[in-house]
């Protein structure tokens, strides 16, 4: 059974910091990719950045230059560090695991398995 672990989250000013971390375990599948999404209370969950086993990535447009997608392979560990947070960056993230290739890494529709979500509250 795939079980995906959130951690990292918390709660920063404006302009801070924060470093997420999704540690997988129980799969061991040569081809893959895995996200990192986001959800506000009653809006549509959205993507954020994704990292494939090829080391392809992909970013939402509204993290571009300020988040960072990357993988420790050994440790089984998807990571996302967030600089210049902002408050509408507010919201509770969910780490993901998608099997094969999707062609887009920023739609939940190919993830298959999610984590149980991590909050991140950005205040002014």
């Known amino acids: 059974q795939v079980l995906l672990v959130e951690s990292g989250g918390g709660s920063v000013q404006s302009g801070g910091s924060l470093l997420l971390s999704c540690e997988a375990s129980g799969y061991t599948h040569s081809r893959s990719c895995m996200g990192w999404f986001r959800q506000v209370l009653g809006k549509a969950r959205e993507g954020v950045a994704g990292?494939?086993?090829?080391?392809?990535?992909q970013y939402a447009d509204s993290v571009k230059g300020r988040f960072t997608i990357s993988q420790d392979k050994a440790k089984n560990t998807l990571y996302l560090q967030m600089n210049s947070l902002k408050p509408e960056d507010t919201a509770v993230y969910y780490c993901?695991?998608?099997?094969?290739?999707?062609?887009?890494?920023?739609?939940?529709?190919?993830?298959?398995?999610w984590g149980q979500g991590t909050q991140v509250t950005v205040s002014s």
């Open positions: 993901a695991l998608a099997y094969g290739d999707p062609w887009s890494l920023l739609s939940p529709t190919p993830f298959r398995v």
């Open positions: 990292i494939c086993s090829d080391s392809r990535t």
